[in-house]
């Protein structure tokens, strides 16, 4: 079997020229939609990100603000940048982009974003939204993770879905979101003893365990369909998933590239839920 490559890129650009539609619709009714990234301290990573989540961004309309500052601020002096920006009417989306330095408390951050503002989807109050399948933000990887799946026609109802990782932003709130897709979910994780034995009983594998080459073909089952989460920099320079890409070509239906795969949906949900925080506002 061939897999089939399910193009990540392609997706967003298809999405993002529809969220440009609408953000001139909004324009024209004297919104403009506002993100706010919040950066504390230099990780290169990071900053790498934000670049992405910049010019996505610029190209929809949405109107991007950085606001970069050195890794000694304290938490106090976080807290009210945050506090300003909830009180902001031109600010949509805040975004503080983790990790943060080890002296500031990622719970008391996150809780002090107002929920109404939270385009990552984070705040318990949206996490236990998300948890009951009422509408929120979604977290950004795990709603384009379902919208791949979705685009590529596979079905979910009923599938069995195994999501190695259980991360708080990827591989926990990905198996939720699947489940309320109805499919049987099963989470593995470090301390799963015989991995592949689960890993093979998956039609829907979600690789997010952050390893380079982690799982190869002794883990698939033929003809599952594969999303490789991982973004990980080999020696090389060279990006590359969780997976073992030619493994996955000779025996997936399904799989999504790195890069070019879950990345670029990523930062378009993220687009997506600035987009629908600034369409609530103006209701
Ligand atoms: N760092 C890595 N991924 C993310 C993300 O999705 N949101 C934030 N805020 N920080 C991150």
Do not use: W
Not at 117 to 124: C, E, L, R, T
């Amino acid at each position: 079997m061939t897999a089939s490559i399910i193009s990540g890129k392609e997706l967003a650009q298809e999405k993002r020229r529809q969220l440009a539609e609408e953000v001139k619709g909004l324009k024209e009714q004297g919104i403009t939609p506002g993100l706010t990234i919040i950066l504390v301290g230099d990780n290169p990573a990071s900053l790498s990100y934000i670049k992405g989540k910049q010019k996505a961004s610029e190209e929809i309309g949405v109107a991007f603000k950085l606001e970069h500052f050195s890794e000694k601020m304290t938490e106090e002096e976080l807290l009210n940048v945050i506090e300003t920006y909830n009180e902001d009417d031109s600010c949509h989306g805040i975004l503080v982009q983790l990790p943060l330095p080890e002296h500031i408390s990622e719970k008391a951050v996150i809780e002090k974003i107002s929920p109404e503002k939270d385009v990552d989807g984070f705040h318990p109050l949206n996490v236990g939204q998300m948890m009951v399948g009422q509408d929120t933000f979604l977290p950004c990887t795990p709603a384009g993770i379902v919208e791949m799946i979705k685009s590529a026609g596979i079905e979910i109802s009923g599938k069995h879905v195994v999501v190695v990782g259980r991360s708080n932003i990827v591989g926990k709130p990905a198996g939720i979101l699947l489940l309320n897709e109805h499919a049987t979910v099963t989470y593995c994780h470090s301390r799963t003893p015989n991995l592949k034995e689960m890993t093979r009983q998956a039609d829907i594998l979600i690789a997010a365990v952050g390893k380079a080459n982690f799982i190869t073909g002794d883990h698939l089952k033929e003809g599952a369909a594969v999303i490789d989460v991982g973004v990980n920099r080999l020696d090389t320079g060279k990006l590359c998933g969780d997976v073992v890409f030619e493994d996955a070509m000779n025996k997936a239906s399904h799989i999504t590239p790195v890069p070019g795969g879950v990345g670029p949906m990523t930062i378009t949900m993220l687009a997506h839920n600035v987009v629908k925080s600034a369409k609530k506002s103006a209701v």
